[in-house]
């Protein structure tokens, strides 16, 4: 079974750029999540979609954040304008949601904004 | 609103020597707990879960760890590390909500030696 897919794996910009990342679920999978994870902490949930619909985004800074998942399958990250401290590792992850507790990571996205 | 503690940010060991590494929540509710590690590079992998039942969870790579109740706690056990060991590990925790959102500690990175 192939596991969660992100892309691209690595990611330089100048503050103020605009920069996507993707993410593909593990097929069949219906709840997909995206993390911030910066250096030396814990990933931080942004974002929860059950299908193509959002569950939580009360931590997703939407001056500048947005995501979507269309077609209830893979999903789009991106941040505009970026800034310093948006420097981290985004990860995705992806279960069947209803009664699956155990969440399928993505090797994430390193971010470093300059 | 819960919360994760990882005390120890880096634990070092040497290579055959027991280990382990503690975590401590806090929830007004029920909770789901987790132990993930991070491989360098790579995506989180999870080790270990406990949902209900006996305390005592066993998990893959020789690894286990106990959940109690009352000091809140669920630290992750290894009786003999090896090298291959050396990485990240996270613990988290899910409220018993349906959404499986996670609360991960800090971390505590792992560093055996030879």
């Known amino acids: 079974e192939a596991g969660v897919a992100q892309s691209p794996r690595y990611k330089i910009i100048e503050k103020r750029q605009s920069v996507a990342f993707w993410c593909n679920p593990i097929?069949?999978?219906?709840?997909l999540y995206w993390y911030q994870q910066i250096l030396g902490q814990g990933p931080k949930l942004l974002i929860q979609?059950?299908?193509?619909?959002?569950?939580?985004d009360s931590q997703l800074p939407k001056d500048r954040f947005s995501a979507e998942r269309l077609k209830g399958v893979d999903s789009t990250l991106k941040i505009q304008p970026a800034k310093l401290e948006d420097s981290a590792v985004y990860l995705c992850?992806?279960?069947?949601?209803?009664?699956?507790?155990?969440?399928?990571f993505g090797p994430g996205t390193r971010l470093l904004v300059l | 609103a819960q919360s994760v503690t990882q005390l120890d940010s880096q634990v070092p060991v040497f290579e055959e020597a027991p280990v382990e590494l503690r975590c401590n929540y806090s929830?007004?509710?029920?909770?789901?707990l987790f132990w993930y590690v991070q491989y360098p590079n790579k995506g989180l992998q999870l080790l270990l879960k406990?949902?209900?039942?006996?305390?005592l969870v066993k998990g893959i790579n020789g690894f286990e760890a106990e959940f109690n109740k009352s000091q809140t706690s669920f630290h992750l056990r290894k009786p003999s590390v090896h090298i291959s060991d050396t990485a990240e590990y996270f613990c988290?925790?899910?409220?018993?909500?349906?959404?499986?959102?996670?609360?991960f500690g800090t971390g505590t990175r792992l560093k055996v030696l030879a």
């Open positions: 992850a992806s279960n069947n949601g209803g009664a699956e507790e155990t969440q399928y």
């Open positions: 097929s069949g999978h219906a709840t």
């Open positions: 979609f059950q299908n193509n619909g959002v569950v939580d």
């Open positions: 929830s007004s509710v029920s909770v789901y």
């Open positions: 406990y949902l209900s039942g006996s305390t």
């Open positions: 988290a925790v899910s409220p018993f909500s349906g959404t499986y959102k996670y609360i």
